[in-house]
């Protein structure tokens, strides 16, 4: 693999933000029964909801485990992971695919120990028929022999289909939602849009939840998972602190499922 000594502090993680990502990388485990899951898609409904800020924190959560993680960039639109990382890759998954290069000359190390990443060449206009081609899910089979899980940073559902195309071949998609959006029935459709796609809908994580002092959310950091209950304000990554969440109130009325509880 190149190597990349980069100082590794991507989203300034405390320690209760570290809990959160082993909270959801125990869920994701869960959440596959007697399956194992060793792919998944990260999405959104629309953009700046956190997802590839949950991609990386998965992945250094799943490193930290033992698991050999790889993050994949297939944002092809506007790819943020690397510029997350603070790596500038020379060769892309394209090379892979269309220059014979090795997998090891493209996967670049990250400073975070048995975390890899694999980018993407910026600005794709026809991503759709690079995600779909026999080419590329070749190139994931030969990487599931390489890594024990592998994250698919992927663009927004409701924008673009990409995630769909993704979530049909991965072993799991989950959509990151900020609790004070208030495109609930797009997210809504966007989740049936993954359905409809044959994927295996994993649940949803939530970012900047209120949460009540007698509920039973548990706040890990920047993330919530919720059980059942009630009211107090809490933030994500940072305080924005006063209204409701209208995702949130509405989210309780919708039969979706939650990914931290299954249900």
Same mark, same amino acid.
């Given at each position: 693999m190149a190597k990349n000594s980069a100082a590794f502090n991507p989203l300034n993680m405390t320690a209760l933000t570290q809990d959160a990502f082993r909270t959801l990388r125990m869920n994701i485990s869960f959440s596959g029964g007697d399956r194992d899951i060793q792919t998944v898609a990260v999405? !959104?409904?629309v953009p700046n909801e956190g997802k590839t800020s949950v991609s990386i924190g998965l992945g250094v959560a799943m490193a930290e485990a033992g698991r050999r993680t790889l993050i994949v960039e297939c944002d092809c639109r506007k790819p943020a992971v690397g510029n997350r990382l603070k790596l500038r890759p020379e060769r892309t998954w394209l090379d892979i695919?269309?220059? #014979?290069?090795?997998?090891e000359e493209? &996967? @670049?190390?990250?400073?975070?120990?048995?975390l890899f990443f694999l980018d993407v060449e910026p600005g794709l @206009?026809?991503?759709?028929?690079?995600?779909? !081609? $026999?080419?590329?899910?070749r190139m994931v089979e030969s990487l599931k022999e390489q890594f024990g899980f592998i994250i698919f940073d992927t663009p927004p559902v409701g924008a673009f289909i990409d995630a769909a195309v993704l979530a049909e071949h991965t072993d799991g998609t989950f959509m990151v939602v900020n609790s004070g959006s208030k495109e609930v029935k797009l997210v809504k459709a966007s989740i049936e849009q993954l359905k409809k796609a044959g994927g295996n809908f994993l649940g949803v &994580?939530? #970012?900047? &939840?209120? &949460?009540?002092?007698? *509920?039973? $959310?548990?706040? $890990?950091? %920047?993330? $919530?998972?919720? %059980?059942?209950?009630?009211?107090?304000?809490?933030?994500?990554?940072? %305080?924005?602190?006063?209204? *409701?969440?209208?995702?949130?109130n509405d989210w309780d009325q919708y039969n979706g499922k939650n990914l931290a509880t299954g249900r």
């Open positions: 999405t !959104s409904a695919l269309y220059h #014979n290069i090795p997998i493209a &996967v @670049v190390e990250t400073a975070c120990p048995r @206009v026809h991503s759709i028929e690079l995600l779909s !081609s $026999y080419r590329f899910w &994580v939530l #970012n900047k &939840v209120k &949460v009540s002092r007698t *509920s039973s $959310y548990y706040r $890990y950091g %920047d993330y $919530y998972y919720r %059980d059942k209950g009630g009211a107090k304000k809490q933030t994500g990554f940072k %305080d924005s602190s006063k209204e *409701s969440s209208s995702f949130q």
